[in-house]
């Protein structure tokens, strides 16, 4: 299973963008993909479609999808998370005995399934991340999250979550009475190596939570601990008045953490990758060093960052990120607007616009 390389470049243009500024991204979105922008966005005026994301843990599902849909119109698409879902209703089941009955309630009328629905509830107070909930309860909730949205395009991200979820997943549109959408598998490829990074120097802060990444998203203000002789990041939220961000437990042990969760999540994909008659976009992280002249503008790689003491300021060095794919060759990582641009032309594509 091999994910083609995109290009994203254009002969002959030498413009060059800063993709973490919004003005200068919405420039470049322009530039690579504004034809097939207009036709996505002219098609969302009267037509919806149902978007099925698949891709290991980490590896951006969220990330695209809501950039897709920013530049294509965030009223007309929501970002579904399944895992959201079910952490949400947990909360609101332990809340308030309100909020429970009327769950309780809807899903008397609605779900189907092979255990109670009295079992369904226990089932999720329960729950572990090693245990799956009853796929007939989960399609509830989410049918019963999209009964909350008025018509839009839909990015479901968490099911299929499994193999005998696949099935499901085709019929799905037809189940929910969710019209004639065209419905689309969009597979992620992203490296284990790349994965591995965003674990292992993922930084957390304390007070608001936000999530940074020490190597590869930084924030403004870099700190040095003299006592553990290392460098962190400070929470840029002035709320948080220069909080120290810290990393979560387990966090440093990487990859192997969830081993089990991503093989699952290979075997997805690779199932997805063989269904007959579903559309697929196929959208892909790296891009081998040597073949990046070809196919991608150097702004488009993701940069690394490290850090030196001089005196007592913090010296930030940014250079383009190298790392072996999973094939073993030497890959630079994408910025994820290009990533989008290919999901975008792609989705033009399958839609025949
Ligand atoms: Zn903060």
Redo the contacts with the bound molecule.
Sequence with gaps: MEFPIFKTKIEGVGKKFDLTNPSQRQEYFQLKAGEEIKKIKDYLENNSFIVYLLGKKNSGKGTYSKMFGEIVGSEKTAHISVGDIVRRVHEEILSSKEKKEELVDWLRKNYRGYISVDETIQALLNRSTKTLLPTEFILSLIEREISKMPKKSLFIDGFPRDLDQVSYSLFFRNLIDYRQDPDIFVLISVPEAVINERIKWRRI??????SRNLKLLPTSKIGYDEQKKEFYLI???P??KG?K?IQKEGDEAGIELIRERLNKDQDLINKAFSLHGIPKLLLRNSVPVEKAKEFIDDYEISPEYSYELEGDKVKIIEKPWQFYDDQGNLSYSLMPPPVVVSMIKQMADVLNL
Excluded at 205 to 210: D, Q, R, V, Y
């Design positions: 802060c304390p007070l608001c939570h936000t929470c840029d939220n709320e948080c909080e961000m």
